[in-house]
């Protein structure tokens, strides 16, 4: 009978990446910007050691190859070092951006560090007592590995849990690079119990039989990375695969919306948006924001002002929220049973709306959740219908908008 094996599925931490697009920022802000992918890798080291996994798989992109920095590099070998002293192992496969790293710096790597030598998919094996895991994967010798590699993974005729990395992207794919180009019914069809890939920065669940799983990267770099960034703690058994998403990232970056379209005074438009931004902080400590807000006609106009004070209480904040962008949108006026009885979609959502008894229908996961429970607490009927008037308020408007744009 196999053992149980648990390990972290992570990929493209493009350590000490350059963060672009970051004028005039404050020396603290830019200071934290530029350490973040470092500091979400330091959590990623604590966060194997604290829950004790057998090994790490990093798929691919450790590194910028054209900025890879002595910075980056004594990161990378001191967290190595660390789970050594753990038992910890770790494979990593090289991908598009850090191609050939092992012949372009001398990086010498700890013991219990295991590359993937070439372009050729080759096999590793990891014991746990009488269980084995084996490892399948390549690594990048050149910018653009273009042909499928999906050939090359042939499972070998051995007990235990049979584990694929590949750093590529889906043929259908068309946002990105395609490098390694796959199939999904392709790696369905191999019979390996996990597919772990890399190259795509948004995470992303592909399949669950077997699960071939993007990790996302493990912090955004630009506006277009946004949401949470992390990696996944995966558990194998004989029986079935956990996993479970933990974050990493140290800056968060979001592109948001809100509405402040209750007043037509400027004090209470800076009231919304101080309050809003102490929201985020708390729960999120550190976030690059874009910002879009609903305003009545009055108000719009005040964007560069806004902007300004608002970042100038940022300053030497620890958990800062600056505002790269700020658009004050015009509410749109209407007649909500008017166009209730339209013909047009704007009527369908309103109608949809009305017919939905309780807005707990949508909020059951987010209710449940227990880090959610632990900082939010629950959602009084008042909560919950300000919820509902308020999302409602926002899609109509974007509508609206949209139309007249």
């Not at 653009?144 to 993974?153: D, G």
């Not at 630009?222 to 995966?234: D, I, L, Q």
């Amino acid at each position: 009978m196999k053992q149980p094996i648990r390990f972290i599925h992570t990929a493209d931490l493009h350590l000490d990446s350059p963060f672009k697009g970051m004028r005039e920022v404050p020396e603290n802000i830019l200071h934290d910007v530029q350490n973040a992918t470092l500091k979400a890798f330091e959590r990623l080291i604590e966060l194997a050691v604290n829950e004790r996994v057998d090994f790490v798989l990093i798929v691919g992109d450790l590194f910028d190859v054209q900025s890879a920095s002595l910075k980056s590099l004594v990161t990378l070998k001191r967290g190595l070092s660390r789970l050594d002293e753990y038992g910890i192992n770790v494979y990593i496969s090289f991908g598009n951006h850090d191609y050939d790293m092992m012949r372009k710096v001398d990086l010498i790597l700890p013991e219990n560090t295991y590359v993937f030598p070439s372009e050729e998919v080759t096999v590793t094996t990891f014991n746990k007592g009488e269980t084995e895991a084996h490892l399948y994967g390549f690594s990048y010798e050149s910018r653009a590995v273009r042909e499928s590699k999906v050939h090359e993974y042939e499972r070998i005729e051995r007990p235990g849990y049979h584990l694929a990395t590949l750093h590529g992207s889906l043929k259908s794919n068309e946002e990105h690079d395609q490098y390694a180009p796959f199939q999904l019914e392709e790696l369905k069809a191999k019979p390996f119990d996990y597919w772990a890939l890399g190259h795509i920065h948004k995470r992303d669940l592909l399949a669950q039989r077997p699960y071939i799983v993007y990790p996302g990267n493990i912090q955004g770099r630009h506006m277009k990375e946004t949401g949470e960034k992390g990696c996944y703690v995966v558990e194998l058994t004989e029986q079935q695969t956990n996993l479970s998403f933990h974050t990493l990232h140290d800056v968060l970056f979001l592109d948001e919306q809100t509405t402040a379209s209750s007043s037509d005074k400027i004090d209470d438009l800076v009231k919304v948006l101080t309050d809003y931004k102490d929201q985020l902080r708390q729960r999120h400590g550190k976030v690059w924001l874009r910002l879009r807000v609903i305003v009545p006609d009055v108000l719009q106009g005040y964007e560069t002002e806004l902007l300004q004070w608002l970042n100038e209480q940022e300053n030497q904040v620890n958990d800062w929220i600056w505002l790269t962008d700020l658009e004050l949108k015009t509410s749109v006026s209407y007649d909500r049973n008017q166009l209730k009885q339209s013909n047009q979609f704007v009527g369908e959502v309103i109608k949809l709306s009305d017919e939905q008894e309780h807005v707990t229908s949508y909020l059951t996961d987010l209710l449940q959740h227990r880090q959610f429970k632990d900082h939010i607490g629950t959602f009084s009927d008042e909560d919950l219908l300000d919820i509902q008037e308020q999302a409602e308020q926002l899609v109509i408007n974007q509508l609206l908008n949209d139309r007249r744009d």
